[in-house]
């Protein structure tokens, strides 16, 4: 077996385990023999399992298990892609103004949609702020600034988003009733996650995890530089187009349905170089499968640490994530030397 | 100190409007006027405040003490009540922020007593500043604290006896909405939901205090420690723990009915959504510490009778 299918068999099997361990750990205790015979079975309910808990198996923990991964491969998956148009290892999925126009929309759909229909409004107005936010940022990036450089982009990025960010802090002070729905919002929303989330989230992340894959060997050739790419016959401008509409729609749809969830697009690539090298033909692959598995694990733990309560989900991505960062700079550091 | 120096001026009060002759309980140095009861001084949360005359011209940035303010028949000294206060209609409300207060534009309407709930930063220090006294009123840990902050109003409103009588029938209605209660043969549970993303409330809190009182048991209490009183509870952990009654307190913010509660994936197995145990809420109410809660607890006890009429049944 080579190294490159070692490593894909490794990502099957990690997510095959942590969809399972996603399913089975919980606040409420379900025997673990009878939700496996569960989930073999496709759902039907197995004696010695009562109708409360083959509910909570089928309504709450299958669908926040696929929303978990559909988010995490999204987000991983965006960070990959957006780090080799950009050449940029810091960059991830809410560089160019997704999260802060995902913010906003959010915002202008709680303060002042009908409060009613805030499980549609709400996704529907982050995924429209996040493409709006990303369009803005990259048409300011290319024509704003003169140039069409990585660099370009990413100042434009930083520009839409601060002034995004401005008009959202604007509207939630205006209306302080919405602030905690805003805030609940922003730190990650899997508690409350449904089938119908699954299904606003699940064509966008298709559409968009597709074309990363399609395009992941042209990564690695504008990744050296547009000048070399421009003479091996590649449309620069074209590619980065193509890769930043599909990162960003996958950025919006998970955005959409989880809130703003941190530091997965970064850690997730970098530490799978780390495992298989940085050719994209491997980064993007396994960049969706430990994404997915991350964020399940991590959304286990969301919903057991403080059990019955729940944490956040995007206060444990940051915490578990920075240190883990630094541990994995330093030891790709030292292999470096 | 607060309750005696109150409890002479009701007693001093009372004297005046019934001429009858009691013996005065508060402290034997009181003078014995009712026209001239200021300047007083109130040990507020925020330290000792003096009041020099009897005030005309209140701000209020909490809603909770605009509705105090009301109830004691101070209203008519209001001035300007912030934006979020709605509750009486007729509450003089401004675009002052209680949240992120503006000294200048407070000052703009020229208080003379300034009543808020939280200072973040230093509205205290400023308004001292400017002269103009400000009585803190933070958020009430207990029903004790309703009445003292009541009776600090009517001290520093001039309606102490008002105030009295207000505190006087909470009392005494409290008392008779638990007394009619039956204390419960088996547990009846309850789940109480701040907002669409299962935030709720131990029995620590001042709310849940209130179900207290009615022999109420609370599901959020398995996660004490979590949320300082406020956690954010699992979705699967409430279908689990089956409680009899769900009170929305997120009707206004988030728009949920007994229809929403009963369409989440999984509730509708619950025995409060099967049961038309699911009490709609007005926000407001349920989150405020003012004269209201006498109607919030009414509201509670008549959903608990309802549930154990039905299980009797």
């Known amino acids: 077996m080579s190294r490159r299918t070692r490593a894909i068999a490794l990502g099957v099997a990690v997510l095959a385990a942590s969809i399972v361990a996603g399913l089975l750990v919980g606040p409420v205790h379900i025997a673990p023999g009878a939700a496996l015979r569960w989930l073999i079975s496709f759902g039907d309910q197995p004696s010695g399992m009562s109708e409360q808990q083959a509910a909570i198996l089928a309504d709450l923990r299958l669908p926040r298990v696929i929303v978990a991964g559909l988010v995490g491969a999204s987000l991983s998956a965006s960070g990959a892609a957006y780090q080799a148009v950009f050449r940029n290892p810091l960059a991830d999925p809410y560089l160019l103004g997704a999260a802060a126009g995902a913010g906003l929309g959010a915002t202008i759909a709680v303060a002042f949609g009908p409060s009613t229909a805030f499980a549609v409004t709400v996704p529907l107005a982050a995924f429209i702020g996040a493409v709006s936010g990303v369009g803005m940022a990259y048409g300011l990036g290319r024509s704003g600034l003169g140039g069409r450089s990585s660099t370009s982009l990413i100042l434009g990025g930083i520009a839409v988003a601060s002034f995004l960010t401005a008009v959202q802090t604007f509207i939630q002070q205006q209306n302080a009733d919405t602030l905690r729905q805003v805030y609940s919002w922003i730190l990650g929303r899997l508690g409350t996650t449904g089938w119908d989330d699954a299904g606003i989230a699940l064509p966008s992340v298709v559409i968009a995890v597709t074309t990363l894959w399609l395009v992941r060997r042209l990564l690695d050739v504008i990744e050296v530089g547009d000048l070399e790419a421009e003479s091996l016959g590649l449309n620069v401008g074209r590619l980065r187009l193509v890769v930043v509409v599909a990162a960003s729609l996958a950025t919006a749809a998970a955005v959409s349905v989880a809130g703003l969830i941190g530091f997965v697009g970064i850690i997730v690539p970098h530490t799978v170089r780390l495992l298989a090298g940085s050719s994209y033909r491997q980064v993007l692959p396994l960049s969706v499968l430990f994404g997915a598995a991350f964020l399940i694990l991590v959304d286990v733990v969301a919903r057991t640490a403080v059990a019955p309560a729940e944490i956040p989900i995007g206060v444990i991505t940051a915490f578990v994530g920075a240190p883990f960062f630094v541990l994995a700079l330093r030891r790709s550091g030292r292999r470096a030397a | ?313």
């Open chain 2, 1 to 313: 100190m607060v309750h005696r120096f109150i409890g002479g001026i009701a007693a001093v009060l009372l004297l005046a409007s019934c001429g009858e002759a009691t013996i005065p309980q508060g402290p034997p140095n009181e003078e014995p006027s009712s026209t001239a009861p200021f300047p007083v001084t109130i040990e507020a949360a925020n330290g000792d405040v003096t009041i020099a005359a009897h005030p005309r011209r209140i701000v209020s940035l909490s809603p909770t003490s605009t509705e105090m303010l009301f109830a004691i028949g101070a209203g008519d000294q209001v001035e300007a009540v912030d934006d979020q206060s709605n509750y009486p209609s007729d509450a003089p409300v401004t675009d002052l922020s209680g949240f992120e207060p503006n000294v200048e534009a407070i000052a703009s309407y020229g208080p003379d007593l300034v009543v808020y709930s939280t200072d973040p930063g230093d509205l205290d220090s400023a308004l001292e500043g400017l002269g103009i006294p400000a009585l803190q009123q933070p958020a009430a840990a207990a029903l004790d604290d309703v009445y003292v902050q009541i009776e600090q109003l009517g001290v520093a409103t001039g309606n102490a006896a008002e105030a009295e009588v207000v505190v006087d029938r909470m009392r005494t209605e409290i008392r008779s909405i638990t007394g009619s209660i039956e204390p419960p043969s088996e547990p009846v549970t309850y789940y109480h939901e701040l907002d669409d993303t299962y935030y709720s409330v131990t029995s620590s809190t001042f709310i849940g205090q209130l179900y207290s009182l009615v022999g109420l048991e609370n599901i959020a209490d398995e996660a004490k420690g979590a949320g300082g009183g406020y956690p954010q509870l699992s979705a699967e952990y409430i279908v689990d723990a089956d409680p009899n009654l769900i009170f929305l307190a997120d009707t206004k913010c988030c728009g949920q009915s007994p229809r929403t509660v009963a369409a989440r994936p999984g509730w509708d197995r619950i025995a409060a959504v099967e049961n038309a145990g699911v009490i709609p809420l007005d926000d407001d109410v349920a989150s405020r510490w003012g004269p209201r809660v006498v109607d919030y607890l009414r509201r509670i006890a008549e959903a608990v009778a309802e549930v154990m009429e039905a299980k009797a049944a």
